[in-house]
């Protein structure tokens, strides 16, 4: 089979990639100027300027959202409905691309140089076996990738102010950090002193059947703890996708103070089914269905949506520790975060569902 | 006389099992409470109200209907089972040869794809279930030559279209919600159970499993081979439609029920035939009790074991492959 067309194919196809080699870094190198640390400490060059980020998971593309809409360069996977309503027509209009968290929708190399993103930025939660691939895709898109840390509210403090310097918006991003430490500041004092036998014992309920949850060590559950409440759902997550199954009558045995509905469809439920009418969060009308506009409040995602959830908790929980006004708690929140100027009538539906 | 009597030990062992379910749970339940309970109610004997209330939601709204689900799915699982392999006459065949629970998998996922009621779910796992079937008999019919052969090759091409149309819902499935729900659906298990599911389509499988016992004679016909069954007289084609038909009905209802439980209709139908032998008349039955008996103890392990409950499907699964390897080996005896 060997004959000289197709070593010439061969050839002429190395020199091709040679080509690319040799050209893309001499394209790029004149706008790459400064050298910065990522949020793990890793020193990576990027351009002066950037304008297109390319978030590698959802909750980093909300982040970026939130900062400045205008720098995402293409979404993890097409926005449903009921998160157009309070999304820019200009966002979710953005083509698809993809994104590394584990649910297909795995990118491809051509769409994401088409979009032509400055830098990749990765939500680094840890070391999974998804790090190697992605890193390795940016090197060979020769696009720096920066890692940043999403994990508690805390975080999201340091990340907004180090995106917002990293994309040349660093008013908005100090604007952001400085309202999520003021959430941070007045909850915090209002739970101190709470002891550990009031802390209420909160059921989080996922999944059609109310029978999936979340173990306290979880990081999908972390607004629990933030809250000042306790997980009755004592454990270590099997796995990072978390939703653990358990039995009603495991439930029932634990009695929890409060139970957190993820799904409406069964908050709304829970009062009619005679399985659910011994635990005491239903005798005591203590269920609550977790906003979810645009995203959730308080997980899957996890978004910065958790600094209006953690505020919404912690009132639900302690509304005498934490007597805030939610309407307008909610009302600013739409409007610093995502520009939405949320009527009464819209507010009074997504808090009393 | 020897098959009655081992009859009798598995009839009274499931009823054993039956009754014992209800003491088992994570929810401590004393024996005692049970039995002042069983007192207020036969006997009314006072008992305090909140506490008659309470040993009244457990046993009626918790935990009789999973038995129920556990039991009728086990017994439709393992006699449709046998009922494939008779037919098929080939040892290797279970429920899904068909494609009726690659149709099913794929009629849930689309329900949850495209409503949030629960009904609507379960009725498209049902239809679809039937919907697939139908398709694999309406390729059989496509093709000249050997009809069994070809009934199998058109159910593996059904399934695998099914299989594949589930794969792109799964890829379109919303990733917080949706795709957790169909993975978990696909799993099985009974935690969407209540006594309205169960006494709503419990009925039809019962049915469905009393035609074929009743027909368990054309089906010993039908395992004799094609020619045989003819000059017996047996119309081959209808009769051999209406297993197919019954036989999916049941195990499509059983999907609705408690989402995709494996291997129960491909271990039981051997196990049973190896203690009870081949003649359907017995086997079914006798299937029919030790399907419902093994479930019925898979879902006590699931339900109470770990305090995260292990969905139905992998432990089927997990306890059915070593049981099945066990079988492969003393296949060919049953057959002989």
């Not at chain 1, 059947?209 to 099997?238: F, M, W, Y």
């Not at chain 2, 290797?92 to 409503?115: D, H, K, N, R």
């Not at chain 2, 199998?152 to 919600?177: E, H, N, Q, R």
């Not at chain 2, 079988?327 to 002989?336: E, F, H």
Request: glycine content about 8%.
């Amino acid at each position: 089979m060997s004959c000289s067309f197709c070593r010439s194919l061969k050839i002429s196809f190395c020199g091709f990639l040679w080509a690319m080699v040799l050209l893309a870094p001499a394209a790029a190198t004149d706008a790459r100027a400064r050298m910065v640390e990522d949020m793990t400490g890793r020193k990576v060059e990027v351009p002066d300027d950037i304008n297109k980020v390319f978030p590698s998971s959802p909750p980093m593309m909300y982040m970026l959202y939130a900062l400045d809409s205008g720098k995402v360069a293409g979404l993890n996977f097409p926005f449903n409905k009921q998160e157009h309503t309070y999304l820019r027509k200009e966002f979710v209009n953005l083509p698809v691309i993809g994104g590394w968290f584990g649910q297909g929708q795995t990118p491809n190399l051509e769409n994401v140089m088409a979009v032509k993103p400055d830098v990749m930025l990765v939500w680094f939660w840890r070391k999974t076996a998804l790090n190697q691939p992605m890193e390795k895709v940016a090197k060979t898109i020769n696009m720096p990738l920066l890692y940043i840390y999403l994990d508690t509210l805390d975080d999201y403090v340091r990340a907004f102010r180090f995106v917002g310097e990293l994309v040349g918006r660093p008013e908005r991003g100090n604007k952001l950090a400085d309202y999520t430490q003021q959430v941070l500041d007045d909850v915090r004092p209002a739970l101190l002193g709470l002891p550990e036998e009031e802390k209420l014992r909160v059921y989080y309920a996922e999944g059609p059947d109310g029978l999936k949850t979340e173990c306290d060590q979880s990081p999908h559950a972390v607004l629990i703890e933030a809250a000042g409440g306790r997980n009755i759902q004592h454990c270590e997550a099997s796995s990072a996708y978390g939703m653990e199954s358990v039995s009603i009558e495991e439930v029932m045995s634990k009695n929890p103070d409060v139970i957190l509905a993820r799904d409406h469809k069964f908050a709304q439920r829970i009062y009619r089914e005679k399985q659910w009418s011994l635990v005491r969060a239903v005798q005591n009308h203590r269920v609550y269905a977790i906003p979810a506009l645009p995203f959730n409040w308080f997980d899957r995602p996890p978004s910065f949506m958790r600094i209006l959830g953690l505020q919404w908790l912690t009132n639900k929980l302690y509304p005498k520790r934490y007597p805030v006004d939610m309407a307008k708690a909610t009302h600013d929140f739409y409007k610093l975060f995502l520009d939405v100027d949320l009527s009464d009538e819209e507010i009074h539906n997504m808090l009393n569902l | 006389m020897k098959k009655s009597f081992i009859f009798g030990v598995l009839a009274l062992t499931l009823g054993a099992a039956i009754l014992l379910s209800f003491t088992q749970g994570r929810y401590p339940l004393h024996l005692v409470d049970l039995w002042h309970y069983l007192q207020h109610v036969l006997f009314h004997s006072p008992m305090a109200d909140e506490l008659a209330n309470r040993i009244g939601v457990l046993l009626c709204d918790i935990r009789l209907p999973r038995i129920l689900a556990a039991v009728v799915v086990g017994a439709a699982l393992s006699v449709s089972g046998v009922t494939f392999q008779a037919m098929f006459v080939n040892p290797l065949v279970s429920p899904g040869i068909l494609g009726v629970l690659a149709g099913a998998s794929f009629g849930a996922a689309l329900g949850m794809l495209l409503s949030t009621e629960w009904a609507v779910v379960q009725v498209s796992a049902f239809s679809f279930g039937m919907i697939a079937v139908g398709l694999a008999l309406l390729l059989s019919h496509f093709y000249k030559g050997d009809r069994l052969l070809l009934l199998i090759l058109s159910g593996v091409i059904s399934g695998s279209l099914f299989t594949a149309m589930l794969s792109i819902i799964k890829y379109l499935a919303d990733p917080y919600d949706q795709l957790p729900a169909i993975v978990y659906w696909l799993m099985g298990g009974f935690s969407m159970i209540s006594l309205d599911t169960i006494s709503t389509l419990a009925p039809g499988i019962l049915i469905g499993i009393l035609i074929i016992v009743a027909f368990a004679n054309n089906l010993n016909l039908l395992t004799m081979g094609e020619e045989e069954a003819r000059s017996l007289g047996i119309r081959v084609r209808t009769m051999r439609l209406m297993f197919i038909v019954v036989a999916t009905l049941i195990s499509s209802l059983t999907v609705a029920i408690g989402g995709i439980i494996g291997w129960v209709g491909l271990v039981i139908p051997h196990m049973s035939r190896m203690i009870i032998g081949p003649d359907n008349r017995v086997l079914l039955p006798f299937s029919a009790l030790m399907g419902a008996l093994f479930l019925l103890v898979v879902d006590n392990v699931s339900r109470q074991v770990f305090t995260v409950e292990i969905p139905l499907g992998i432990l089927t699964s997990l306890l059915g492959i070593p049981a099945f390897a066990g079988v492969l080996r003393v296949a060919r005896k049953g057959w002989g």
